[in-house]
């Protein structure tokens, strides 16, 4: 599983009646900020590999 895959899966928020159950709540806002900054993070890090390359 990828790692955004993973944080994804994380960021769902179920309700106490949904513990147990496979039913999603909304993705908690917090989660949702954090997965943008980790994703900004990767691109800026390919956008390193690749200026390195040249």
Same mark, same amino acid.
């Given at each position: =599983?990828?790692? +955004?895959? #993973? @944080? $994804?899966?994380?960021?769902?928020?179920?309700?106490?009646?949904? #513990?147990? /159950?496979?039913? +999603? &709540?909304? *993705?908690? *806002? $917090? =989660?949702? &900020? @954090?997965? +943008? /900054? @980790?994703? &900004?993070?990767? &691109?800026?890090?390919? !956008?390193? /590999?690749?200026? @390195? !390359?040249?």
């Amino acid at each position: =599983m990828r790692q +955004e895959d #993973k @944080l $994804l899966h994380l960021s769902v928020d179920t309700t106490p009646e949904a #513990k147990g /159950k496979e039913t +999603e &709540a909304e *993705p908690h *806002p $917090l =989660m949702l &900020a @954090l997965q +943008e /900054k @980790l994703e &900004a993070q990767g &691109a800026e890090q390919e !956008k390193i /590999k690749e200026e @390195l !390359k040249s």
